[in-house]
């Protein structure tokens, strides 16, 4: 059986924050759980925030916003941003460093202080491998982490938590090479589990304000070990760009 539980009582998320040692105090901790850390707590915890009013546009800020559009939020996205994939208004879909495709190359205002916004980390497998090292010192348990954050999906209204950063796990169960039910070799099927156990952790937050940023999902099987780079699509694969 699978089970998703909220761990609850962490207090607020500042920059120095040791989310490892924060999760092994307030949770009790199985071998083999995943650990499902929303990205906002990791970045502020990082100190990827930044105050807007020590932003300046650019001239390509300015001609990429459109009404109502915040352009000092707009340059901080082009930022982070490796190339624009499309813009309309003011909005921004990006690639960012990482190689993710998401909008506004991640830069986000909710559960942000007044006047700031959060960014992704700098590198979400390491913050991942980070936050699993402090746990198995500190709790005695092996566990996988897995670093999300909620993203739009192509051609799909509504957002879903997806992996950014992986440790402890194979992201990708690759069936490829065994039998369906008729006995045909699947060709091609990878199941991208890391994000699968993201959007169930998901499933135990009821809004933005909850809270929440930690999760447990205890009972997946699961083996091996990546990051979340595995996850993301090779250009010479991508029929899309």
Same mark, same amino acid.
């Given at each position: 059986m699978i089970s998703v539980i909220p761990v609850e009582g962490l207090p607020e998320i500042g920059a120095g924050a040791d989310l490892g040692e924060l999760i092994a105090s307030a949770a009790t901790l199985h071998a083999g759980d995943v650990v499902v850390v929303a990205q906002?707590?990791? /970045?502020?915890?990082? #100190? @990827?925030?930044? @105050?807007? %009013?020590?932003?300046?546009? /650019? %001239?390509?800020? @300015?001609?990429?916003?459109?009404p109502g559009s915040d352009l000092r939020q707009l340059e901080v996205i082009l930022g982070e941003t490796a190339r624009v994939v499309r813009s309309r208004g003011g909005l921004v879909i990006a690639e960012t460093a990482h190689g993710f495709v998401c909008a506004s190359a991640g830069v986000d205002h909710s559960n942000a202080e007044a006047g700031t916004v959060i960014l992704l980390p700098v590198d979400s497998d390491a913050s991942a491998r980070a936050i699993r090292?402090?746990?198995?010192? @500190?709790? #005695?348990?092996?566990?996988?982490?897995i670093v999300t954050d909620s993203f739009g999906r192509p051609f799909r209204k509504g957002t879903t938590d997806v992996a950014i950063g992986v440790a402890g796990l194979a992201p990708l169960r690759d069936l490829r090479g065994s039998l369906d039910r008729s006995g045909t070799a699947l060709r091609s099927t990878q199941i991208a589990l890391a994000d699968e156990i993201a959007a169930a952790a998901d499933l135990v937050r009821t809004g933005k304000a909850d809270g929440l940023p930690v999760v447990l999902v205890r009972g997946v099987l699961?083996? #091996? %070990? #990546?990051?979340?780079?595995?996850?993301?699509?090779?250009a010479e694969r991508d029929l899309f760009r």
């Open positions: 906002k707590a990791v /970045s502020k915890a990082e #100190g @990827r925030v930044v @105050r807007l %009013d020590e932003v300046e546009p /650019s %001239d390509r800020a @300015r001609t990429l916003g459109g090292a402090t746990i198995a010192r @500190r709790a #005695g348990v092996e566990v996988a982490v699961f083996e #091996g %070990d #990546g990051s979340a780079a595995e996850l993301v699509m090779s």
